[in-house]
């Protein structure tokens, strides 16, 4: 149920817009103001959309593009001219924004950065990319955590970028925290279509949550994004599902106060809250521990997998990229 695409908004609904932009070409400064310009546009065309949109949604690398360029001529800093310009559309359009940009390090490589912005222009959430696709993207990881956000029509808003929708843990977070509807921006390309589609499916059922994800879409000349957006509901079921046609803005309704009232109402599969209360038929208010080796593990920091000796890529540099800088 999702309102014909969002054509017919219920009182507790967010439509969303799933921007699958055309993937760019990003070279130098005026590349990016360009490009900057044409996200702005789509902002636009959101506007007029037929959908009442509350919340537009761009994919990962919608201003530079696949070409894992770390030139700092067009990198982007959170007070430069682009950031700018993105608060200023969702200002002037009244509708939400979340965006992608490659941000500027002064102590490493430079960061996967997801920003939502709201219709006043103000920014509710900054988050940086915490799992890089490795070996294939040189990006800092993330230090900033999984954070939240309150987003429109009584909406919690949690976001992943890309690769992070393949851990578990990461949805996890952010539903732990209270996140809702998760948005996933990415630049995936066809051989990840299954995996894309499975994870987006599992990660709504496990956490009773709505999720809204979208990637670039077209050619740059030599990669291929597969656009390919989908909004699945808390059970698990996709409501919309997009193609592979550039610069389309897939939209549909979802329900916040549907997702919170099973979280609240649900018994069988209310997986969220029996992880932390296992077995409470049978001991009062279940069982509380943290029963996971590899919790512990990552907490001491001595994560290590029985086959670890033997794993071949650990690096980038048989992908192009130069060798990690050792952490002091």
């Known amino acids: ?45 959101a506007k007029r959309h037929n959908a009442p949109i509350d919340l537009v949604v761009f994919p990962e690398y919608m201003l530079h593009g696949l070409s894992m360029d770390m030139n700092d001529e067009i990198m982007c800093d959170m007070d430069g001219p682009e950031v700018q310009k993105l608060r200023e559309v969702c200002k002037e359009t009244k509708m939400w924004g979340c965006f992608s940009i490659m941000e500027y390090n002064p102590n490493g490589n430079p960061y996967n950065t997801g920003l939502i912005i709201d219709d006043q222009g103000d920014m509710k959430l900054y988050y940086r990319k915490l799992h890089p696709w490795t070996p294939a993207e040189p990006w800092e990881p993330g230090d900033v955590g999984l ?76 990669n291929h994004s597969m656009g390919e957006a989908m909004i699945v509901d808390f059970e698990g079921g996709p409501i919309v599902e997009g193609s592979d046609r550039a610069d389309e803005i897939i939209t549909g309704e979802v329900r916040p106060d549907l997702a919170k009232e099973a979280r609240l109402n649900w018994g069988v599969e209310n997986n969220i809250y029996q992880l932390g209360h296992r077995g409470y038929v049978a001991v009062e208010n279940g069982v509380t521990d943290a029963p996971y080796t590899y919790m512990h593990d990552l907490q001491n920091g001595t994560y290590k997998l029985p086959w670890e000796e033997e794993i071949v890529y650990k690096d980038g540099q048989k992908y192009g990229f130069g060798a990690p800088r050792k952490i002091k």
């Open 1 to 45: 149920m999702n309102g014909l695409g969002g054509l017919n908004k219920s009182p507790n609904g967010v439509v969303l817009g799933l921007v699958q932009l055309q993937l760019p070409v990003t070279k130098t400064k005026e590349d990016l103001a360009k490009q900057t310009e044409k996200v702005c546009e789509m902002m636009w065309k």
């Open 147 to 222: 954070p939240v956000c309150e987003g429109p029509n009584g909406s919690t808003l949690g976001l992943a970028i890309c690769h992070d929708g393949m851990f578990p843990e990461v949805y996890r977070e952010l539903a732990y925290k209270g996140a809702d509807v998760i948005l996933r921006t990415a630049g995936y390309t066809p051989p990840i279509r299954h995996s894309w589609r499975i994870t987006n499916q599992a990660n709504a059922f496990c956490n009773l949550a709505y999720t809204a994800s979208v990637a670039m879409c077209g050619s740059d000349g030599t």
